[in-house]
């Protein structure tokens, strides 16, 4: 009984930290322009105005970024295609989910 009312207990801070907010376009612009996101073991990506944007995972690579439909869309060349992904937030947290419901967290680094 008491490891359930200590289940109980901790189980708004658990809802609490997953506490994300779907962004329009105009809250991803906010949220992204002039960022930089990490990944976690030294993967970084940068959100430039102009739309272009600088991913790095040991190597850097160069793509574009815009909002379509309140989602970010993202191409990296030599590909054509585009990716879209809703935006959520919790804080520091940036959420990108893509169509099939894969999540990728960023936090907002220096």
Known sequence: ??????????????LAAEDFQRLSGDEILS??????????????????????TQ?????????RWAIRNDQYCSVWPPSDLWACYDVLQSGDVI????????????????
Do not use: C, H, N
């Open 95 to 110: 959420r990108f989910v893509d169509e099939s419901g894969g999540a990728t967290d960023g936090t907002y680094a220096e």
């Open 1 to 14: 009984m008491r490891r359930f009312a200590l289940i109980l207990a901790l189980w708004p801070g658990v």
């Open 31 to 52: 949220a992204l322009v002039g960022k930089k996101l990490g990944y976690g073991d030294g993967v970084w990506q940068t959100f430039e105005g102009a739309m272009g």
């Open 55 to 63: 991913y790095f995972s040991g190597r850097p690579s160069a793509g």
